[in-house]
């Protein structure tokens, strides 16, 4: 009797921990590799709109307009604010806002703040990288 009630607990707690062993095992192992193709940690489509920059060629009068939190850089030519609100975009690296139809000076960062048709327009042919959500008239 006395090693009935050795065993029969001793059996629970053998059991119990093999199951969850088994469970732990199952729980992290798995078809698809960490950060692989399976199991992304971020998407193709998120990197691609916000992460990799683009590269835009303006033909004279094209207007890029920004969707909020679009990062720009004029790289070549000449482009100035398109701004209908009255309020400017950031200019991040000279720490000012440029009103509408002021000059963009060239390499530097620009950020939308809404989505509310701000952007730039070339005035002769431009080079702009981007980064987020733009469209181009």
């Known amino acids: 009797m006395k090693l009935h009630r050795i065993i029969l607990p001793a059996v629970v707690v053998v059991t119990a921990a093999l199951v969850l062993a088994l469970w732990g095992f199952t729980a992290f192992a798995g078809d698809a590799d960490p950060g692989g193709s399976g199991d992304p940690l971020v998407t193709q489509s998120y990197v691609d709109q916000y ?5 835009a060629d303006l033909k004279a009068g094209q207007v890029l307009k920004g969707k909020a939190g679009t990062e720009l850089l004029v790289r070549r030519g000449q482009a100035v604010v398109v701004d209908s609100s009255g309020n ?3 200019d991040v690296t000279a720490g000012v806002d440029i009103a509408a139809n002021d000059k963009v000076a060239l390499n530097h960062l620009l950020i939308i703040p809404r989505e ?4 730039i327009k070339a ?3 431009a080079v702009v990288m981007y980064r987020g959500g733009a469209s181009i008239q």
């Open 51 to 55: 992460v990799q920059w683009k590269v």
């Open 88 to 90: 400017g975009i950031p």
């Open 116 to 119: 509310d048709g701000r952007g």
């Open 123 to 125: 005035i002769d042919f």
